[in-house]
């Protein structure tokens, strides 16, 4: 992936073959992402956008190919096979990583307030009292300081997914990844969420989105990848990638996105 920013280079997958039984649905996948940048994949239902997602922070495993998250191996292939960081290493590596969901996979009997705190008083063993008032900050950030107290049930769609955001970013990962994050809302509650990662974009947070909100990988994405068939069939920087795609599967599938 052709890249002329000299960030340090934050994500690195190279040459990622994944298959579920006989059917290939990642085919030698090549990406590499630098501090700072948003790199948005988008691509047909089923081209292996969201698997790919997922194999940067080993919610599914790869078959072949290297994963290496600021300059550490993850995963890597020797003599054929996939081999995986182990124990106290991996886990080191996959907490460089936040994930936000399709769904919100908040905690239903825990306040909002609650939510944020659980995982970095739970993972990384720190006290309420240094963790609260950064979540606090957090909230602030996405517009719902007022709705600390509130559970999850008593919040909207899009209240639900700013929530999951600050939660995510309450671990202070260097990399924010997000799966089709505004899919489960109603279109008027999609505006907000993909506000709060403009703004997380604007203050250059490393993020990997998979989208199908054409405006914002137009807009706030740095790099675009097009996936069809477990195939990066195009990329590059926003304004030539949506102006003159090269290819006919592109042009096809950006005339029925737009």
């Known amino acids: 992936m ?10 690195k997958m190279t040459d990622i073959y994944k298959a579920y039984e006989e059917v ?20 047909p239902s089923g081209s292996g956008k969201s ?11 790869i078959d072949k190919g290297s994963i ?6 993850l995963v890597q292939t ?26 919100f996979n908040l905690f239903p009997h825990m306040t909002v307030l609650e939510n ?4 970095p008083m739970q993972v990384k063993g720190l006290k309420r ?24 049930s008593q919040l909207s769609g899009g209240q639900q997914q700013r929530v999951a955001i600050a939660r995510a970013l309450c671990m202070k990962p260097d990399i924010m990844l997000f799966d089709e994050p505004t899919s489960a809302l109603d279109p008027e509650l999609t505006g907000e969420v993909l506000k709060t990662m403009r703004e997380l974009a604007a203050e250059h947070m490393t993020m990997v989105v998979v989208t199908h909100e054409m ?37 096809a599938f950006l005339q029925n996105m737009l």
């Open 78 to 103: 020797q003599d054929g096979e996939a081999v995986y960081a182990s124990g106290k290493e991996e886990r080191e590596i996959l907490a460089s990583t936040g994930m936000v969901f399709q769904q």
């Open 116 to 119: 944020l705190l659980e995982a």
């Open 215 to 251: 405006a914002f990988a137009r807009e706030a994405a740095s790099h675009v990848i097009f996936m069809a068939d477990g195939n990066i069939v195009e990329e590059g920087e926003p304004a030539a990638f949506f102006a003159e795609p090269k290819e006919e599967r592109t042009k």
């Open 24 to 43: 290939e649905v990642l085919k030698g996948i090549d990406i590499e992402v630098r501090r700072g940048e948003v790199l948005a994949i988008i691509g």
């Open 129 to 152: 009292s240094e963790v609260e008032p950064y979540a606090r900050e957090l909230l602030e950030k996405v517009g719902l300081s007022d709705r600390a107290d509130y559970y999850p």
């Open 51 to 61: 698997t790919l997602l997922r194999c940067i922070n080993k919610l599914e495993t």
């Open 2 to 11: 052709a890249n002329t920013n000299k960030g340090e280079v934050m994500l």
């Open 68 to 73: 290496a998250i600021k300059d550490k191996f």
